[in-house]
């Protein structure tokens, strides 16, 4: 016993590791072999068709797959039958009540109905001959969408997209009956465009809803929504919508051609998919607007452009997109011209703020400080006096630590979302300050460029300046204005050179095109937005006639 | 890919501007009002008109050749041959505006802002600029000028009204100047100030209507000349010519008159970063060219892959040691003869000789 005791704490054991390491790809699918397309048809021995289903979908692993093999009951004959769907993907009421019920409880009524009997004249005599496929088709199926197909490419398609397949012995057909019924989330607020005055119902994750509110909104036979899938393996549904009398046919032909040549596994979002159309691959900046407002991406449509809706986001892509798309609220449409031009104009300063403040202040009080007041620059150089940090260390740790309560207030469940707030208020402003790790001109400077950035309404725009605001203060600080210069110029340059689907990035301006009445930074009374962008091209260039409030001169 | 991009009217107008704005911000105005003082509003007027009919002359001249700028009306003259000595003096030409711009901007920026930086430095910051905006293309350079021409033309604008209450008539009195030979015979060497005429003789193949050559051409040089006759109008009534000789850049002289309160002391520097923004798109233009003509002279598919190159020369004639002094003697001598002779001399020589050449061809 001792032995044991002194064995259990000397002995030397070698600790049992559970160690697993993902072998090499061994067992590869072959690409040709995945690419390779299905072949095969409808039999008309049930067995076979279950069989091959039941391999096709790995039934013996696969737990969501529902199989349900019934009997019918016809002309005094059983057929065999089953059923084959995916649950949670179809509404059960709907399998229950329109394919159940008729088929097991009505069948023996319809029976004997003359009509669906065929009349066959073989030359010697004539016999009715009985149809099951139409009878199964035309009179025990009562409902609104039912298809038949005999090619299992198609079939496993429509089963993967919520149907219901119904095979029957001896038919060369199945019946692929739609029984859709996803629970999805219901129309919500959106979340990132809300607006004070303005519709407030945002996208949600159904394509099929997404396009239900396109057409809510815009009553015109000319709305085309025009569906594809992307994606080897998700199929992912993507809606293609645009006014046929309206939008440019390169514009839509273009677009198509982009998304119907993707050569991808798998599609999971509208923001994956522009990333995928998007014309330069190299820059930071957004190339098309993103929306969850079904108003917004209806007002983009009458204008001339193309709505992208992706299955499963409830965001739209606006294409083609300029400079001051993203600048543009939601609101601006709704509110009277004097506010929405006032806010417009703020929100163009709060761009350039966005990006150029920190470095501009880094410039000025390393290089240019001539240019602002002695007093002034006393005061900053006294507040600096106590901290040990050179500027550079002290912005960016400001910049970074901004950022990142940001990111950790998104990420935090919301509860805490506040306490992550007090918190980086607390230490980054008062802490640092006392600490004399920052000095108090630079949190004004930090606090007031964070600001103008949440002006942006686009997030993507404003997730592009606050990155490059970081590039403007290692400019500012090697060498004061002459890089900031230099950086705003090679940043402009680089933009200068970017279109979207064709339209340059600073349409309408550069180049220079006659501004129509509807397009450019001021935004015109609501009687005066004539014309459409002159940069669309589009098939009706005007909105509203010259006069559009008729009324007026009426009443003269 | 190839830079076939064409320009539109108002962005070839920006282009011609651009030039005529950098040499307001250089010493163009200052070296004008040195050598016809008090004459120099008279002088404008003069070159203007002289200027203004060459211009009608190769507007004229080039209406003969559809789309063909002086390398193809020379290469119809006399050849190849001919085609390459006025590419490579073209090519000389470009190089020595882009040395003298850099290195006098350069200099500038150093004496007045960043005394600590050495100048190489502040060339290599234009260097890493315009090499890059010429990687990426013409067409961003030129979206670039048409986007920097309306601000800079507002700050001259701006500058030339806030000088205003400084103006003093007596400093432009007497009007002819010294005498009637400075004015109207040494002043005809002022000539030069029209430097944009240069580029009249490449703008038309880069145009998208080249038709719209003729309208083009006369109303940037309106433009242009009218910013050079209000610079050079507030310079001499600001400043009296004998204390006009301080060889800094004229519009900066300007600047300092101004007065925005206490709060902004030095407005100069809110306008170094626009004048830096404008310097690196000219400079940008002028590797554009030299690389355009390069291109053409040795029938290159792209002219971007020469951008290091060329810029890598502009580099290397920075780096010849040279004082501001010495810059602004060759600016005064060599610059401005070399220019002359090849606006009036060589260019307007072999488009008459062409114009002759296609009208005998004809008959």
Same mark, same amino acid.
């Given at each position: 016993?001792?032995?044991?005791?002194?064995?259990?704490?000397?002995?030397?054991?070698?600790?049992?590791?559970?160690?697993?390491?993902?072998?090499?790809? =061994?067992?590869?699918?072959?690409?040709?072999?995945?690419?390779?397309?299905?072949?095969?048809?409808?039999?008309? #021995?049930?067995?076979?068709?279950?069989?091959?289903?039941?391999?096709?979908?790995?039934?013996?692993?696969?737990?969501?797959?529902?199989?349900?093999?019934?009997?019918?009951?016809?002309?005094?004959?059983?057929?065999?039958?089953?059923?084959?769907?995916?649950?949670?993907?179809?509404?059960?009421?709907?399998?229950?009540?329109?394919? &159940?019920?008729?088929?097991?409880?009505? #069948?023996?009524?319809?029976?004997?109905?003359?009509?669906?009997?065929?009349?066959?004249?073989?030359?010697?005599?004539?016999?009715?001959?009985?149809?099951?496929?139409?009878?199964?088709?035309?009179?025990?199926?009562?409902?609104?969408?039912?298809?038949?197909?005999?090619?299992?490419?198609?079939?496993?398609? &429509?089963?993967?997209?919520?149907?219901?397949?119904?095979?029957?012995? =001896?038919?060369?057909?199945?019946?692929?009956?739609?029984?859709?019924?996803?629970?999805?989330?219901?129309?919500?607020?959106?979340?990132?465009?809300?607006?004070?005055?303005?519709?407030?119902?945002?996208?949600?994750?159904?394509?099929?809803?997404?396009?239900?509110?396109?057409?809510?909104?815009? #009553?015109?036979?000319?709305?085309?929504?025009?569906?594809?899938?992307?994606?080897?393996?998700?199929?992912?549904?993507?809606?293609?919508?645009?006014?046929?009398?309206?939008?440019?046919?390169?514009?839509?032909?273009?677009?198509?051609?982009?998304?119907?040549?993707?050569?991808?596994?798998?599609?999971?979002?509208?923001?994956?998919?522009?990333?995928?159309?998007?014309?330069?691959?190299?820059?930071?900046?957004?190339?098309?607007?993103?929306?969850?407002?079904?108003?917004?991406?209806?007002?983009?449509?009458?204008?001339?452009?193309?709505?992208?809706?992706?299955?499963?986001?409830? *965001?739209?892509?606006?294409?083609?997109?300029?400079?001051?798309?993203?600048?543009?609220?939601?609101?601006?449409? #709704?509110?009277?011209?004097?506010?929405?031009?006032?806010?417009?104009?703020?929100?163009?300063?709060?761009?350039?703020?966005?990006?150029?403040?920190?470095?501009?202040?880094?410039?000025?009080?390393?290089?240019?400080?001539?240019?602002?007041?002695?007093?002034?620059?006393?005061?900053?150089?006294?507040?600096?006096?106590?901290?040990?940090?050179?500027?550079?260390?002290?912005?960016?740790?400001?910049?970074?630590?901004?950022?990142?309560?940001?990111?950790?207030?998104?990420?935090?469940?919301?509860?805490?979302?506040?306490?992550?707030?007090?918190?980086?208020?607390?230490?980054?402003?008062?802490?640092?300050?006392?600490?004399?790790?920052?000095?108090?001109?630079?949190?004004?400077?930090?606090?007031?460029?964070?600001?103008?950035? *949440?002006?942006?309404?686009?997030?993507?725009?404003?997730?592009?300046?606050?990155?490059?605001?970081?590039?403007?203060?290692?400019?500012?600080?090697? =060498?004061?204005?002459?890089?900031?210069?230099?950086?705003?110029?090679?940043?402009?340059?680089?933009?200068?050179?970017?279109?979207?689907?064709?339209?340059?990035?600073?349409?309408?301006?550069?180049?220079?095109?006659?501004?129509?009445?509807?397009?450019?930074?001021?935004?015109?009374?609501?009687?005066?937005?004539?014309?459409?962008?002159?940069?669309?091209?589009?098939?009706?260039?005007?909105?509203?006639?010259?006069?559009?409030?008729?009324?007026?001169?009426?009443?003269? | 890919?190839?830079?076939?991009?064409?320009?539109?009217?108002?962005?070839?107008?920006?282009?011609?501007?651009?030039?005529?704005?950098?040499?307001?911000?250089?010493?163009?105005?200052?070296?004008?009002?040195?050598?016809?003082?008090?004459?120099?509003?008279?002088?404008?007027?003069?070159?203007?008109?002289?200027?203004?009919?060459?211009?009608?002359?190769?507007?004229?001249?080039?209406?003969?050749?559809?789309?063909?700028?002086?390398?193809?009306?020379?290469?119809?003259?006399?050849?190849?041959?001919?085609?390459?000595?006025?590419?490579?003096?073209?090519?000389?030409?470009?190089?020595?505006?882009?040395?003298?711009?850099?290195?006098?901007?350069?200099?500038?920026?150093?004496?007045?802002?960043?005394?600590?930086?050495?100048?190489?430095?502040?060339?290599?910051?234009?260097?890493?600029?315009?090499?890059?905006?010429?990687?990426?293309?013409?067409?961003?350079?030129?979206?670039?000028?048409?986007?920097?021409?309306?601000?800079?033309?507002?700050?001259?604008?701006?500058?030339?009204?806030?000088?205003?209450?400084?103006?003093?008539?007596?400093?432009?009195?007497?009007?002819?100047?010294?005498?009637?030979?400075?004015?109207?015979?040494?002043?005809?060497?002022?000539?030069?100030?029209?430097?944009?005429?240069?580029?009249?003789?490449?703008?038309?193949?880069?145009?998208?209507?080249?038709?719209?050559?003729?309208?083009?051409?006369?109303?940037?040089?309106?433009?242009?000349?009218?910013?050079?006759?209000?610079?050079?109008?507030?310079?001499?009534?600001?400043?009296?010519?004998?204390?006009?000789?301080?060889?800094?850049?004229?519009?900066?002289?300007?600047?300092?008159?101004?007065?925005?309160?206490?709060?902004?002391?030095?407005?100069?520097?809110?306008?170094?970063?626009?004048?830096?923004?404008?310097?690196?798109?000219?400079?940008?233009?002028?590797?554009?060219?030299?690389?355009?003509?390069?291109?053409?002279?040795?029938?290159?598919?792209?002219?971007?892959?020469?951008?290091?190159?060329?810029?890598?020369?502009?580099f290397g004639l920075t780096l010849i040691p040279m004082n501001i002094a010495k810059i602004h003697f060759i600016e005064d001598t060599i610059y401005k003869y070399v220019i002359i002779s090849f606006i009036f001399g060589i260019g307007l020589f072999i488009l008459i000789l062409a114009n002759i050449k296609k009208s005998r061809s004809k008959n």
């Amino acid at each position: 016993m001792i032995k044991n005791i002194w064995n259990n704490i000397f002995s030397y054991k070698e600790k049992e590791e559970y160690n697993f390491i993902l072998p090499n790809s =061994s067992n590869n699918i072959n690409e040709k072999e995945f690419q390779k397309e299905d072949t095969h048809i409808v039999s008309t #021995n049930l067995k076979d068709n279950l069989d091959y289903l039941k391999i096709k979908y790995n039934m013996l692993i696969n737990s969501d797959i529902k199989l349900r093999e019934f009997e019918l009951n016809i002309q005094n004959k059983k057929i065999p039958v089953f059923l084959f769907y995916i649950d949670g993907m179809v509404e059960d009421d709907a399998i229950n009540n329109f394919i &159940m019920k008729p088929l097991l409880l009505k #069948n023996s009524i319809k029976m004997t109905e003359p009509k669906k009997n065929q009349i066959i004249d073989d030359g010697k005599q004539k016999y009715t001959k009985f149809n099951l496929e139409n009878f199964l088709y035309s009179s025990l199926i009562p409902q609104n969408s039912v298809k038949k197909e005999n090619e299992f490419k198609e079939i496993v398609k &429509m089963i993967n997209a919520g149907f219901c397949i119904l095979f029957v012995e =001896s038919l060369t057909n199945a019946l692929c009956i739609e029984t859709k019924g996803f629970k999805g989330r219901s129309i919500d607020q959106p979340i990132t465009e809300a607006v004070v005055k303005g519709s407030h119902e945002g996208f949600v994750e159904n394509i099929r809803t997404n396009t239900s509110m396109l057409r809510k909104i815009i #009553n015109n036979e000319n709305l085309i929504i025009e569906e594809t899938t992307v994606g080897n393996i998700s199929k992912t549904k993507v809606a293609i919508c645009y006014m046929k009398n309206i939008t440019n046919d390169d514009l839509v032909a273009e677009a198509k051609y982009r998304i119907n040549n993707l050569d991808i596994d798998y599609l999971l979002s509208s923001e994956q998919l522009s990333q995928f159309i998007k014309d330069s691959m190299t820059t930071a900046f957004p190339q098309v607007i993103s929306s969850e407002r079904p108003d917004k991406s209806c007002n983009y449509l009458l204008l001339g452009r193309i709505i992208v809706l992706v299955n499963g986001s409830p *965001f739209s892509i606006i294409l083609p997109a300029v400079l001051l798309d993203f600048l543009t609220s939601p609101e601006d449409s #709704n509110l009277n011209y004097h506010y929405a031009n006032f806010l417009k104009g703020l929100r163009a300063i709060a761009l350039v703020c966005a990006l150029l403040i920190p470095g501009l202040y880094i410039a000025i009080t390393m290089y240019h400080y001539e240019l602002i007041p002695s007093e002034l620059l006393f005061a900053i150089i006294s507040a600096r006096e106590a901290i040990p940090f050179p500027i550079i260390f002290e912005i960016i740790i400001m910049e970074g630590s901004f950022e990142l309560i940001q990111e950790a207030s998104i990420r935090v469940p919301s509860s805490f979302s506040t306490t992550v707030g007090i918190i980086g208020a607390l230490i980054l402003g008062e802490a640092a300050v006392s600490a004399n790790i920052v000095s108090p001109i630079l949190i004004i400077i930090v606090a007031f460029s964070g600001i103008c950035a *949440f002006a942006i309404p686009d997030n993507s725009l404003r997730f592009s300046i606050k990155m490059f605001r970081f590039m403007y203060i290692i400019l500012g600080y090697l =060498s004061g204005f002459l890089g900031i210069a230099l950086g705003f110029f090679l940043h402009f340059s680089i933009l200068a050179s970017q279109s979207s689907f064709g339209v340059p990035y600073f349409s309408p301006y550069i180049p220079y095109n006659n501004l129509s009445s509807n397009e450019g930074i001021y935004i015109n009374p609501v009687w005066k937005r004539e014309k459409r962008n002159s940069f669309l091209n589009t098939k009706k260039p005007k909105i509203e006639s010259s006069i559009s409030m008729k009324w007026r001169k009426n009443e003269k | 890919m190839k830079s076939n991009y064409k320009l539109e009217k108002i962005e070839a107008i920006s282009l011609i501007l651009i030039v005529m704005i950098n040499k307001l911000i250089l010493n163009i105005p200052y070296f004008l009002v040195n050598l016809t003082e008090t004459g120099s509003i008279v002088n404008i007027f003069y070159i203007g008109i002289i200027d203004f009919i060459l211009l009608l002359a190769i507007i004229k001249l080039l209406s003969k050749f559809d789309n063909a700028d002086i390398l193809d009306v020379s290469e119809f003259l006399a050849g190849k041959k001919l085609k390459n000595v006025i590419g490579i003096l073209s090519i000389l030409l470009f190089f020595l505006v882009g040395f003298v711009t850099l290195v006098d901007f350069s200099n500038v920026l150093h004496t007045i802002y960043f005394s600590d930086f050495k100048i190489m430095y502040i060339v290599l910051f234009f260097i890493v600029g315009i090499t890059i905006a010429n990687l990426i293309g013409f067409k961003s350079i030129s979206r670039t000028i048409s986007f920097v021409v309306p601000f800079a033309l507002i700050s001259v604008i701006l500058i030339l009204i806030s000088s205003f209450p400084h103006l003093g008539i007596k400093n432009v009195t007497p009007i002819l100047g010294k005498n009637y030979y400075t004015t109207f015979g040494l002043g005809l060497s002022n000539t030069f100030a029209m430097y944009i005429m240069v580029y009249y003789y490449y703008l038309k193949p880069l145009l998208k209507n080249p038709s719209d050559f003729k309208k083009i051409s006369i109303t940037s040089y309106i433009i242009s000349w009218f910013l050079l006759l209000a610079t050079v109008i507030s310079m001499l009534a600001i400043f009296s010519t004998n204390s006009s000789n301080e060889p800094i850049n004229s519009l900066f002289l300007l600047v300092r008159q101004i007065e925005l309160g206490k709060f902004i002391q030095r407005v100069d520097s809110l306008f170094i970063l626009l004048w830096i923004f404008a310097i690196l798109s000219y400079l940008s233009l002028i590797i554009f060219f030299i690389n355009k003509i390069f291109k053409k002279l040795v029938n290159l598919s792209n002219e971007k892959i020469i951008s290091f190159s060329t810029s890598s020369i502009l580099f290397g004639l920075t780096l010849i040691p040279m004082n501001i002094a010495k810059i602004h003697f060759i600016e005064d001598t060599i610059y401005k003869y070399v220019i002359i002779s090849f606006i009036f001399g060589i260019g307007l020589f072999i488009l008459i000789l062409a114009n002759i050449k296609k009208s005998r061809s004809k008959n």
